[in-house]
């Protein structure tokens, strides 16, 4: 039987190769229904869709559901980032981001990102432009120059502008490959 997260990455591949499923365990079962992929939690009800047919598939995914932080997880190992806020429906909307060469791809709580920044931050002494770490803003991948925390907000400061979050917001940043980085923690080796 296939664990739940089994079951989540062959949903999000299936959707992404435009491939009708048909999969169950005991929490879950993906199905197509009507040319939509959705991902059904048996205590929840429909958790995530996604249309079939489109060049890059665009994931809704249920924002209180248990399983989503398994599903944000799966999404970003194929390269599917948040976009906007929670719609009407209480969905986050997923769609396909290119990531550069060398990164790996992070979609977290701002919190994990400062504790990565902190054993980093050393790198940033050395003079040049930061390219470590980097963080999604207007759609661009900006290196992050600087972190501070003040007021409960963690202000992000990269080349062109400075970004306030809270440590509970959910962020998109970037690591180099090289730089050994915990995903399930955020926090460096």
């Keep these: 039987m296939l664990s739940n997260l089994e079951l989540i990455r062959e949903f999000v591949d ?11 365990n005991s ?20 958790i995530s869709t996604s249309q079939l047919n489109s060049t890059f598939s665009e994931f809704l995914v ?18 599917y980032l948040l976009k ?35 054993r980093y931050r050393k790198n940033v002494l050395k ?4 390219l470590d770490l980097l963080i999604q803003n207007r759609d661009a991948w900006y290196p992050i120059r600087d972190l501070i925390i003040s007021d409960g907000l ?12 809270h440590s509970e917001d959910l962020i998109i940043w970037l690591n180099k490959i090289g730089v050994n980085c915990h995903q399930d923690t955020g926090e460096f080796a």
């Design 84 to 118: 906007g806020e929670i719609d009407n429906r209480g969905f986050y909307r997923y769609k396909y981001c290119q990531v550069p060469k060398g990164y790996q791809m992070h979609c977290t709580k701002s919190v994990l990102l400062w504790r990565a920044w902190w």
């Design 154 to 165: 963690l202000y992000i400061k990269t080349l062109g502008s400075e970004i306030a979050v």
């Design 62 to 79: 249920q924002a209180n559901s248990s399983h989503w932080e398994s599903i944000n997880q799966v999404l970003v190992e194929y390269s």
């Design 127 to 130: 003079g040049g432009i930061p």
């Design 14 to 24: 299936k959707t992404i190769h435009n491939t009708d499923i048909l999969l169950s």
């Design 27 to 46: 929490a879950l079962t993906a199905q197509t229904v009507y040319k939509t992929n959705q991902l059904t939690a048996k205590s929840q009800g429909v």
